[in-house]
């Protein structure tokens, strides 16, 4: 008996992306694959009343397990709720990078509230197709589906790209008609992972940081300009803060070359038709910070709650800054 996603107390993503377009803020797309880091996101988003959608990529449902998840992300519905005397903060549950019908279809199944399905490998004609057969199903059970034009480079569950491939503003009018999708995903220079540009592509400044190039603001107006009050996706955003990299680095750990996305530049696109920003790295590198730290520090540590109790303290963080002063969903939960 399939699972739908109302029963579980989650909403679709129609009005939460709406009202950040109306808004000019972005709702936070964050991924989860443990407890401590759904723990962190609610508690983030709860303490600032922000709407948030819970991603959750193919290897994260792999890794731990569909009923599990679906069940988690219910409790994350009632844990919000407890935290804000009832009130309660809007929760989707989304399918990140989905890559088969079969894999969105079970996810809809299981109660998920929207799904993306990522056919930017694919030709433009079997993108179009793949995402269609997804929306017509997603649909039936008012989920909502978010689409993907042009290639981010890096790594994108398990398909790899060496070289993005920008949005083409060209083509956006016919994929959103013919797709149905309800938002899309671009390709405007950001990439995933903690090494978003290589040294070459960076200057640097006299402390010897990469600075990387700036996203391509001209290629989102012009999608703006072709399909206008249309929701459009960010992929890739994380900033990758220098201190985590130092922190993980002093601790024995090995990053180099790191560098995200400078976050100016994420505030200047949630206020432009930018209303889903996708941050999974910087979680990343906040969590394992806090965990080498321990490690480091207190080498006779083995109580797991003494390790990930800070890395989940330390992801908090992380999530209200992005929330307060970079994505401007603060109190946007109504
Ligand atoms: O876009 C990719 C997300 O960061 C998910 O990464 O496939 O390693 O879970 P993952
Ligand atoms: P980051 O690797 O920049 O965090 O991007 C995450 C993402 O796009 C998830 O879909
Ligand atoms: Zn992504």
């Given at each position: 008996m399939p699972t739908n996603y109302q029963s579980l107390g989650l909403t679709n993503t129609k009005d939460m992306l709406k009202n950040a377009l109306e808004g000019s803020y972005a709702v936070p797309g964050f991924n989860f694959n443990n407890m401590e880091q759904l723990q962190a996101i609610v508690m983030a988003c709860a303490e600032t009343k922000s709407p948030v959608i819970l991603q959750v990529s193919k290897g994260a449902r792999e890794y731990a397990n569909q009923n599990l998840l679906r069940h988690m992300a219910a409790g994350a519905v009632a844990y919000a709720k407890e935290l804000t005397q009832n009130q309660g903060i809007p929760i989707a549950l989304h399918l990140d990078h989905g890559d088969s019908l079969e894999l969105c279809q079970s996810c809809v199944d299981q109660g998920f509230s929207s799904v993306m399905i990522?056919?930017?490998?694919?030709s433009y004609e079997d993108n179009i197709a793949l995402t269609k057969q997804v929306v017509n199903y997603a649909h039936q059970h008012d989920v909502t589906v978010e689409g993907e034009l042009g290639v981010l480079s890096g790594i994108e569950d398990e398909v790899e790209a060496d070289k993005s491939v920008y949005t083409k503003p060209e083509d956006v009018v016919d994929f959103t008609q013919k797709t149905g999708v309800d938002s899309l995903a671009i390709s405007i220079g950001t990439s995933h992972?903690?090494?978003?540009?290589k040294p070459e592509q960076c200057e640097r400044n006299q402390d010897g940081v990469l600075l990387p190039p700036p996203l391509r603001f001209d290629i989102l107006e012009a999608i703006e300009q072709q399909i206008p009050n249309f929701p459009i996706v960010l992929h890739g955003?994380?900033?990758?803060p220098q201190g985590l990299v130092t922190t993980i680095n002093n601790n024995g750990g090995d990053l180099r070359d790191a560098v995200g996305i400078p976050e100016d530049q994420l505030r200047k696109a949630a206020k432009l038709a930018v209303c889903k920003i996708n941050i999974d790295s910087d979680g990343r590198l906040a969590m394992t910070a806090a965990i080498r730290k321990v490690f480091n520090n207190?080498?006779?540590?083995?109580?797991p709650r003494k390790y990930l109790g800070p890395a989940r303290e330390s992801l908090k963080e992380l999530y209200i800054h992005k929330i307060k002063k970079v994505l401007n969903s603060e109190n946007k939960a109504s």
């Amino acid at each position: 008996m399939p699972t739908n996603y109302q029963s579980l107390g989650l909403t679709n993503t129609k009005d939460m992306l709406k009202n950040a377009l109306e808004g000019s803020y972005a709702v936070p797309g964050f991924n989860f694959n443990n407890m401590e880091q759904l723990q962190a996101i609610v508690m983030a988003c709860a303490e600032t009343k922000s709407p948030v959608i819970l991603q959750v990529s193919k290897g994260a449902r792999e890794y731990a397990n569909q009923n599990l998840l679906r069940h988690m992300a219910a409790g994350a519905v009632a844990y919000a709720k407890e935290l804000t005397q009832n009130q309660g903060i809007p929760i989707a549950l989304h399918l990140d990078h989905g890559d088969s019908l079969e894999l969105c279809q079970s996810c809809v199944d299981q109660g998920f509230s929207s799904v993306m399905i990522d056919g930017s490998h694919l030709s433009y004609e079997d993108n179009i197709a793949l995402t269609k057969q997804v929306v017509n199903y997603a649909h039936q059970h008012d989920v909502t589906v978010e689409g993907e034009l042009g290639v981010l480079s890096g790594i994108e569950d398990e398909v790899e790209a060496d070289k993005s491939v920008y949005t083409k503003p060209e083509d956006v009018v016919d994929f959103t008609q013919k797709t149905g999708v309800d938002s899309l995903a671009i390709s405007i220079g950001t990439s995933h992972g903690a090494n978003k540009f290589k040294p070459e592509q960076c200057e640097r400044n006299q402390d010897g940081v990469l600075l990387p190039p700036p996203l391509r603001f001209d290629i989102l107006e012009a999608i703006e300009q072709q399909i206008p009050n249309f929701p459009i996706v960010l992929h890739g955003s994380s900033s990758v803060p220098q201190g985590l990299v130092t922190t993980i680095n002093n601790n024995g750990g090995d990053l180099r070359d790191a560098v995200g996305i400078p976050e100016d530049q994420l505030r200047k696109a949630a206020k432009l038709a930018v209303c889903k920003i996708n941050i999974d790295s910087d979680g990343r590198l906040a969590m394992t910070a806090a965990i080498r730290k321990v490690f480091n520090n207190q080498p006779a540590e083995f109580d797991p709650r003494k390790y990930l109790g800070p890395a989940r303290e330390s992801l908090k963080e992380l999530y209200i800054h992005k929330i307060k002063k970079v994505l401007n969903s603060e109190n946007k939960a109504s």
